[in-house]
C-alpha cells in the first residue's frame, strides 16, 4: 500500500516537470547567473561589492530609485481612480456597454510601443492636441507634451489604466447587486453603502490588481525611451540598465541595476500586501 502511494506521488511529479524545465532555464538559472555576475567587476576575477557600491554612491545610479518612484507613483494613483470609476459606472447594465469596456481595454492589444508611436502624433507641436488648443484661442504656443516627465507619464496612465480597468471590471461584475440593494433598503444611504457595503467587499483584490501594475510599471522602458527624456525626468531602472549593458558594455552593471529594481518590487509589493492584510481578505465574489 506505501509502494503504491510513493509511486503515485513520483507518477504526479513527472507531469510537473514539463512546467518546471522552463522554470528552472528560463528563471532560475538567468536568476542566479545575474545574481553571480553582480558580485564580479566587470573584465576582473575574484568576489566584490564594487557594483552596488557604485550604484549606491554614484548620483546618476541612485538617482534612479526616486525619479522612477516619483513617474510611476503618482501615474498609479490616477490609473486606479480612473479605472474604479470606470469599472463601478460600467458595472451596471448600461447601452453599450461592451463597445465601452473593449474600447478602454483596446490599448492593452497595442502594447507601449504603439501607444508611443500615437502619442508622437496626437501630441506634437502641428498635433491634433495642439491644432485644437490653438484654434479655440485656449493656448497660443503648443503644449509640450512630449519628450520629457508628462509624455511617459501619460502613455504609463493610458497602459496602466486599460490593464486595471480590465481586472477591476470582472472583479466588480461577480459582486452581488442584491447585497446594496438590501442595505439601500434599510435605510442606508449610497455613499454608506458604497463605503460599508461595497468596498470592503472589493479593497483587497483592488489592492492585489494595484500591486500588481504598480510593480509592472517600476520596469517602465518603451514609453521612457520613446516619449520620455530618457536623459533625466524618465531615466527609470530600465533605462540606466539598458545604456549599462548597451552603451558600456558593461553587464555586470546592468545586471546589478536589475536586481536592485527586483528588490525594490518585491519591497514595493511587500508594503502594499502589508496594507492590503489590515481589512477583509477574501473573494469578492458573493452568491449570485
Not at 508622437?120 to 512630449?146: A, R, S
Not at 519628450?147 to 461577480?174: D, H, K, P, Q, R
Request: net charge positive.
Amino acid at each position: 500500500m506505501r509502494q503504491n502511494n510513493v509511486r503515485k506521488k513520483i507518477g504526479d511529479s513527472i507531469f510537473i516537470l514539463p512546467s518546471l524545465i522552463p522554470l528552472l532555464l528560463l528563471f532560475c538559472y538567468p536568476l542566479l547567473k545575474g545574481i553571480f555576475l553582480t558580485f564580479h567587476k566587470s573584465g576582473e576575477a575574484g568576489w566584490t561589492f564594487f557594483n552596488y557600491i557604485t550604484f549606491f554612491t554614484q548620483h546618476n545610479f541612485y538617482d534612479t530609485i526616486p525619479r522612477t518612484f516619483m513617474l510611476v507613483f503618482p501615474a498609479s494613483i490616477l490609473e486606479l481612480a480612473i479605472a474604479f470609476a470606470m469599472a463601478y459606472y460600467l458595472r451596471k447594465n448600461i447601452k453599450g456597454k461592451q463597445l465601452l469596456k473593449g474600447l478602454i481595454i483596446f490599448p492593452l492589444t497595442l502594447g507601449p510601443l504603439i501607444v508611443a508611436v500615437g502619442m508622437i502624433d496626437f501630441f506634437k507641436p502641428t498635433g491634433w492636441l495642439n491644432l485644437f488648443l490653438m484654434g479655440i484661442g485656449i493656448v497660443h504656443q503648443p503644449v509640450k507634451l512630449l519628450y520629457n516627465y508628462w509624455g511617459t507619464f501619460i502613455a504609463l496612465v493610458i497602459l496602466g489604466t486599460a490593464f486595471m480597468f480590465s481586472n477591476l471590471m470582472e472583479l466588480m461584475e461577480t459582486i452581488d447587486p442584491n447585497l446594496e440593494l438590501a442595505a439601500i433598503s434599510l435605510g442606508a444611504g449610497e455613499f454608506m453603502t458604497f463605503r460599508r457595503v461595497f468596498l470592503p467587499l472589493i479593497r483587497s483584490s483592488v489592492l492585489t490588481v494595484y500591486g500588481l501594475n504598480f510593480i509592472m510599471q517600476l520596469a517602465v522602458f518603451e514609453s521612457a525611451i520613446l516619449v520620455g527624456n530618457p536623459a533625466s525626468d524618465s531615466r527609470s531602472f530600465s533605462v540606466v540598465a539598458f545604456q549599462s549593458a548597451m552603451q558600456d558594455f558593461n553587464y555586470n552593471m546592468a545586471t546589478t541595476v536589475a536586481i536592485v529594481m527586483g528588490i525594490t518590487q518585491l519591497i514595493s509589493l511587500g508594503v502594499i500586501f502589508f496594507i492590503r492584510k489590515k481589512g477583509y481578505i477574501g473573494a469578492a465574489s458573493t452568491f449570485k
